[in-house]
């Protein structure tokens, strides 16, 4: 079982996780946000349903995690031409900094995680991971 493809995935992705969020522990960050702050820090103004599909989160989940983080400070939510359909989301200056915190976080965790892979080694696993992605995505996107 311990090399049973499904167990490595999980297995890596939670250590990846524990390990990410005790590098950012002082940040009172919870789980969602991270990678929220990570996508907004290069997609700044963008819908709710954007960030929701981008990020893998559901819809109700995202409206939840983004008023925690109104709450904080960390965003905005501006409606744009009077169009309360669309709800634009923008960091403020302190979801910026910690957003770059976030975003160094990863590229840290990255580094420890590939340290004795070489270039090749990266890009076919990183070739790899998109094409399973994609095969993933195929099958829920067909249910």
């Known amino acids: 079982m311990e090399e ?6 999980m297995t890596d992705y939670l250590l990846f996780q524990k390990a990410f969020l005790a590098g950012v522990k002082e940040t009172n960050l919870t789980p969602g946000q991270p990678k929220i702050l990570d996508y907004l820090l290069h997609h700044d103004g963008v819908v709710q349903k954007e960030i ?4 893998h989160i559901e819809p109700a989940t995202m409206t939840s995690v983004l008023y925690g983080m109104e709450k904080k400070g960390y965003i905005l939510r501006k409606n744009l031409n009077g169009n309360r359909r669309n709800i634009y989301i923008y960091l403020t200056d302190e979801g910026r900094s ?3 915190q976030v975003e160094s976080a990863f590229k ?11 270039k090749e080694e990266k890009e076919m696993l990183t070739a790899f991971l998109m094409r399973m992605s994609k095969n993933i995505q195929g099958d829920v996107s067909d249910e």
């Open 4 to 9: 049973s493809l499904h167990y490595l995935l």
């Open 52 to 55: 929701a599909s981008a990020c």
């Open 98 to 100: 910690l957003a770059k």
């Open 108 to 118: 840290t965790m990255e580094e420890k995680t590939l340290k004795d892979f070489c």
